[in-house]
């Protein structure tokens, strides 16, 4: 009964690849997140799609494509992936009037 | 631009004694929202304050947001070692429906047994 879920949990690839990231909520949110966390552990958001509609695009590079085919799914492609894109992912959902962002258990990218 | 600064970085405490971090924005928050990510984890919402000068209590954890609506602090009494983690605080200056998100930087958390 995992409320948001992302696959997959570990990602290794090499430099030049594309990969995708899948999140699914099932919490009935209407809003879901990407975020990056660095080796720093500092969280910047990167998209947010609320109901299948872009209303966050944080400054990230056009190599990462946010995808929402419904409300409960938000896929991240990733094209030419770069060493400085080693990081772990994390979505997250929400549903305005508070009750905070519940987040996936992350995606460690790697890229080597 | 609007920015939420927390301190410290780094806290290390001998089990038992007290822990606090503190958030302090350029600008008046809508809410403030606090969380905690364990090691390795992910993180955990703990709690929202909206009101000015609101104070909430969860067990040993004590959340406080400053009459300005621009500062915040978390304080755990009698830490555990079951508190180890990385506490962070994200700002939401509204505005909209979905507000203008800061993050802060985190403090980790290390409780000596």
């Known amino acids: 009964d995992t409320a948001v879920s992302q696959t997959p949990k570990y990602l290794v690839t090499q430099m030049g690849n594309d990969k995708s990231i899948k999140c699914e909520q099932n919490?009935?949110?209407?809003?879901m997140y990407w975020y990056k966390q660095d080796s720093k552990k500092f969280l910047k958001i990167m998209f947010s799609y609320n109901n299948k509609e872009l209303i966050i695009n944080e400054t990230v590079p056009n190599r990462f494509s946010p995808k929402s085919p419904d409300k409960a799914h938000l896929n991240l492609h990733i094209n030419s992936l770069e060493l400085g894109d080693s990081a772990v992912y994390f979505c997250?959902?929400?549903?305005?009037?508070?009750?905070?962002?519940?987040f996936g258990s992350g995606t460690r990218l790697t890229v080597v | 631009g609007q920015q939420v600064m927390q301190i410290p970085q780094y806290q290390h405490v001998q089990e038992g004694e007290d822990f606090t971090t503190y958030c302090n924005s350029s600008?008046?928050?809508?809410?403030i929202q606090w969380y905690k990510q364990r090691p390795g984890g992910h993180p955990v919402f703990l709690i929202q304050l909206v009101k000015s000068g609101e104070v909430k209590k969860q067990k040993r954890l004590t959340f406080q947001f400053g009459e300005a609506k621009k500062n915040s602090s978390l304080h755990i009494t009698a830490t555990q070692t079951t508190d180890v983690g990385t506490y962070f605080c994200i700002g939401d200056a509204g505005g909209t429906s979905y507000g203008k998100l800061t993050f802060g930087q985190g403090t980790i958390l290390t409780v000596h047994p």
């Open positions: 997250a959902s929400s549903q305005p009037g508070g009750g905070g962002y519940t």
């Open positions: 600008t008046t928050l809508s809410n």
């Open positions: 919490l009935g949110h209407d809003t």
